[in-house]
């Protein structure tokens, strides 16, 4: 059964871009079949996919979203990275005013999904840093959530408006809408804040904070500017081993 994830957080700089794309490269090299779901207009996740988010001469997520062509037109095989990408980029910052005119508009990705989620093991969505109508459609069409979090007072702030939100979603659209777990990123076991906010992010949410933590390092920083996952540029780094723990991690929590 295919499992469609979320990848959120409405705090930007948290590494939810750098993970959605690790961790679907880590998921496609344990022979997982994996669609990554670009909608942030920034692009990134297309960009370190090895993809010119300037140059999609099929269309990208927006067109998708708009029904101007389907998802299944629209998707890019990545063969370096190893799995398929439905590509994204700024025409998705129109989202908002464009898709005012639809209804039920907040179903639109889960709408376009249909169609495909069928042919992948694992749909992962890397949502845009705030909340507005391409994360709602996300939460919409998601099966749970993944919460990348950088373990300093900020995050922990944002987290509560987050999980505030994943709440809403759940009542109104989306009643089936899990936390699958929540992720520390850029994690430094030396710095005594992120060993306090750790701790507490273990007190509060028990077995929803995912055991792995992915470490600070510097090859993960530069895999994206090959077009690379960290998996593929650096295979032996810190960073690499450490999507490739999170990935066993959530096939065993999620069975997939």
């Given amino acids: ?51 010119d988010k300037h140059d999609l001469p099929n269309g990208g997520a927006l067109d998708v979203l708009l029904g101007e062509i389907s998802a299944r ?3 890019v095989r990545c063969p370096k990275a190893g799995y398929h990408l439905l590509p994204g980029n700024g025409d998705l910052t129109a989202a908002e005013v464009s898709l005012l005119d639809f209804e039920h508009r907040e179903r639109r990705l889960a709408k376009a999904l249909d169609e495909v989620s069928g042919d992948y093991d694992v749909v992962l969505i890397d949502c845009p840093p ?6 709602v459609n996300a939460l919409t069409a998601a099966d ?15 987290l509560s408006a987050l999980l ?4 809403q979603v759940r009542a109104s659209i989306n009643p089936t809408l899990a936390i699958h777990g929540i992720v ?29 933590a992915i470490p600070r390092n510097v090859r993960v920083a530069e895999a994206p500017s090959h077009g690379l996952p960290v998996t593929k540029y650096a295979k032996l780094s ?14 065993k929590r999620l069975s997939l």
């Fill in 164 to 167: 505030d939100t994943v709440e």
């Fill in 238 to 251: 810190r960073g690499s081993h450490a999507y490739r723990v999170l990935a066993k991690e959530l096939i």
């Fill in 144 to 158: 749970g959530v993944l919460i990348p979090l950088q373990c300093e007072f900020y995050a922990l702030e944002g």
């Fill in 130 to 135: 705030s909340l507005n109508m391409l994360t």
């Fill in 73 to 75: 037109e629209a998707i």
């Fill in 1 to 51: 059964m295919t499992q469609i994830i979320a990848l959120t957080n409405q705090k930007g700089g948290v590494g939810k871009t750098t993970t959605a794309v690790n961790l679907a490269a880590a998921l496609g090299a344990l022979k997982r079949k994996v669609l990554l779901v670009d909608l942030d207009p920034q692009g990134h996740a297309t960009m370190g996919s090895g993809v």
């Fill in 184 to 212: 520390r990123t850029m994690y430094d076991n030396r710095i005594s804040l992120t060993r306090d906010v750790s701790k507490q992010l273990s007190d509060y949410f028990g077995d929803d904070l995912l055991k792995t």
